[in-house]
């Protein structure tokens, strides 16, 4: 596909809000938007609150400021909008005053598979994030002291930086004893844990697009997720997992019992469901959608 842009008029395609100033000098372009630069953007109060320290909000917001003058002179130099969801679509029309078409991006649905957690074996819910506040892990971890019966393995990423590791070291300090957290697996033990677990859990606020549902979906498991942002646009609520609107804990608690009960009646119940609805979204699809947008 890269060979085929180059030789089609070159297309500069940027996949960063960073790098949109490089669009002056590189035409025709194209953004591919996984969102605008949710920190100044819509996840700007929640930052502010949550991450940038209280002696230090009068500088944040000067910092902001700067960069949303910037962030929508940059875009006005995008000749092509292409966004990865209908909500960062709305995001960019909102906060950049730009039109936008939606083309998903690819999961590649044939490297994941289906297994049975093993009778008397390892049972347990996955969930794959990044260990940064608006992922709201602690949802999850409260969640789970409270079904102690229950085991949760968490595939938690950070960045060496300030506020992720505060973040990190807090989900660290209530994380109660049935939830593992691991920092790094290689790939093949990630489709592994897709492939085993009960079923995936994810607490994002208001997520771009999210892949990783895709991912467990593929693996044939059901996702339990907010009702809200990239979600609804790929988990059928009741068919491929649960939607729960106003996410909490005492709310995720009932729902994983719930969906716990219906998979032990019935192990395949959301099997072939949730792989279907995966293939929509699948590698092929994308290459096709972009091809046709840019060459």
């Known amino acids: 596909l890269h060979e085929e842009m180059l030789k089609n008029n070159n297309i500069y395609v940027i996949t960063g809000d960073w790098a949109m100033s490089g669009a002056l000098h ?16 819509d996840l700007y109060e929640y930052t502010r609150k949550n991450i940038v320290p209280f002696g230090s909000r009068f ?17 006005k130099r995008i000749e092509d909008i292409v966004c990865n969801s209908a909500n960062v679509q709305k995001r960019v029309k909102k906060y950049l005053g730009r039109e936008s078409v939606v083309i998903h991006p690819p999961t590649e649905t044939e490297r994941f598979h289906f297994k049975n957690p093993p009778a008397g074996g390892e049972d347990f819910w996955l969930s794959v994030n990044r260990l940064i506040n608006f992922k709201r892990i602690e ?5 789970f002291s409270q079904l102690p019966d229950k085991k949760l393995i968490i595939i938690g990423s950070y960045e060496k930086s300030k506020h992720f590791q505060k973040y990190t070291d807090y989900c660290a300090s209530i994380k109660p004893e049935n939830v593992e957290i691991k920092n790094w697996v290689s790939q093949e033990e990630l489709i592994n844990l897709y492939a085993n677990c009960k079923g995936f859990i994810t607490t994002s606020k208001d997520e771009d697009f999210g892949m990783t549902p895709l991912e467990a979906m593929s693996s044939g498991k059901p996702v339990i997720a907010p009702n809200e942002g990239g979600y609804k646009e790929t988990i059928i609520d009741g068919k491929t997992g649960i939607l729960i609107d106003d996410i909490n804990e005492k709310k995720l608690v009932e729902t994983i019992k719930k969906l716990e009960k219906e998979i032990n009646d019935d192990p395949l119940k959301y099997k072939n469901t949730c792989m279907e609805q995966a293939k929509k979204f699948d590698t092929k699809i994308f290459i096709k959608q972009i091809k046709a947008k840019i060459l």
Do not use: G
Request: charged fraction near 20%.
């Open 26 to 41: 590189n035409k025709p372009n194209l953004w591919y938007v996984h969102s605008p630069t949710r920190e100044i953007w």
């Open 59 to 75: 500088l944040f917001d000067v910092w902001v400021s700067f960069r949303r003058i910037m962030n929508r002179i940059d875009s």
């Open 139 to 143: 949802i999850q971890l409260n969640a």
